[in-house]
């Protein structure tokens, strides 16, 4: 049987993807995905971008996503009126391969204050997920909130993204066809490949 990562780079059209674990079956149910690559070349209805405040652009995956999609996105983000932290906004996707970008603002991590932080990014996986079924998409790749220059430190946002994106998919059933988490760093690589199968075991 092929790896469900290798299926889905045929189903999806994506180009440049590594799954670090190319050969083994990767731990996870089959409507949840892990990859590791450049969020930006992804065919999927939606990709979701780790904003900040402004919606204006910014460093890391804000930065990758703005360049790739061209000044179309700029021009709409301009007229959205910033977002709150722990919440999304969608956008067109210009010249992205995607349909849609759902921008979320993640927490610059406290760690004298983690539950806030977790508060805030269970409150962007969940608003995404939910501006996701609102605008019936079905497939949708999440970039890691907050697991770059925000701090926040990697196995704890990736337990905290399992477990909320599992709960949206335990109550709305079929809503979504598939979740892809987007790691990029060997750290985000490890947390994921660890976690992942601990919220969803393998079918
Ligand atoms: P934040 O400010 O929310 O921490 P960053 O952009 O600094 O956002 O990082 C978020 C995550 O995106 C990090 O895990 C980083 O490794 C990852 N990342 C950076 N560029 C890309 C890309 N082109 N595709 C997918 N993930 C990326």
Redesign the pocket.
Known sequence: MLPLAWIWRVELQWVTLDHPGRGRLPQHNDRIGLIR????TLAVDAIVN???NSLLG????????HRAAGRGLINECRTLNGCDTGSAKITDAYNLPCKKVIHT??P?YDDLRPERSETALRGCYRSSLELAVQHGLKTIAF??????????P?LDACQVACDTVKQFMDQNGKKLDKVIF????AK?VRSYDSTLPLYFPPD
Request: hydrophobic share 35%; net charge negative; glycine share 26%.
């Open positions: 690559g450049d969020i930006t780790a904003a900040n910014g460093g890391g995956v804000d930065g990758a996503i603002v993640g610059v970039s890691g909130i907050s697991t770059g220059v925000y701090g926040y990697s987007v790691t990029f760093e985000d």
